[in-house]
């Protein structure tokens, strides 16, 4: 769905330059739960941002459906933005005085979708949470609510930062299970940044970055269903 060709992004800070991606090419694709695992200053983020469109490469090309979207004006980047993507941050990013309902359905509302928020919601298991204030949610639950947030708009793509990077490990979990489950129910690409090297277990396709550079890419289920075919 969006392949990524040699690029490469350079931040200027004072008199140096950081290479945060030194060429990197890979392929997201659609109904898929792809995992980019590496560790810290290794250009994760830039990369999901890149994928995003919320940042442009200082060269290279991402390309959606063949069309290269680095090119794009910054109105037809926010049109990218709001019609194909959604976010998942690791602090969740509610806003603390509207409830759970409210604080999903005015996302959604910018696709004309208000009705879905009752419907993402109840996907992620909160029906009976939707009055409640961010501050009456567990950080579990929280997440759930920036979750629905993000899928009640359907995005073709799910960006999520180190979405489980507050939580315990079996909630952390429950949330990764719920994003697999959006990718292949909906086939949507969803592609999740973490540190946690063992949801690599459950993804359909895995990323290594290590100094701004990709040193593994794998999909498990691709290996085992050719070695099936065999
Ligand atoms: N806006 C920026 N200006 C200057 N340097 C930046 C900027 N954003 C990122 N960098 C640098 O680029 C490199 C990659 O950063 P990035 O945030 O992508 O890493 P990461 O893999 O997400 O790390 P972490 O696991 O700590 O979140 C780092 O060395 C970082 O300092
Ligand atoms: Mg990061």
């Known amino acids: 769905m969006i392949s990524i060709r040699n690029i490469v992004k350079k931040y200027r800070s004072g008199s140096e330059e950081i ?24 250009g994760k983020s830039t990369m999901l941002n890149m994928l995003g469109g919320m940042d442009r490469p200082t060269s290279g090309e991402i390309l959606l459906c063949g ?3 680095s090119g794009f004006s910054e109105k037809k980047l926010t049109d990218y933005r709001r019609k194909n993507v959604g976010f998942v941050f690791q602090f969740y990013n509610l806003v603390e005085n509207l409830t759970a309902y409210e604080n999903v359905a005015i996302a959604a509302d910018l696709n004309g979708k208000a009705d879905k928020a009752a419907e993402a919601l109840r996907d992620v298991g909160l029906e009976k949470r ?38 315990d ?32 277990k ?20 691709l290996h085992l269903i050719e070695a099936r075919a065999v």
């Open 202 to 221: 459950i993804a359909d396709h895995v990323i290594r970055l290590c100094d701004g550079k990709i040193v593994a890419d794998e999909s498990p289920c």
């Open 19 to 42: 290479a945060a991606l030194g060429g990197v090419s890979a392929e997201i694709r659609a109904g898929e739960f792809t995992v980019i695992l590496g560790p810290s200053g290794s």
């Open 169 to 200: 490990v079996a909630t952390g979990d429950m949330i990764f299970g719920l994003l697999k489950k959006y990718s292949h129910n909906k086939d949507a690409a969803v592609v999740v940044v973490t540190h946690n090297p063992e949801v690599a």
């Open 130 to 167: 939707m009055k409640s204030f961010p501050s009456q949610l567990s950080g579990g639950e929280m997440q759930r609510v920036a979750i629905a947030r993000a899928v009640a708009k359907s995005p073709r793509l799910l960006l999520c930062d180190e979405p489980t990077g507050a939580l």
């Open 67 to 69: 069309e290269d979207i």
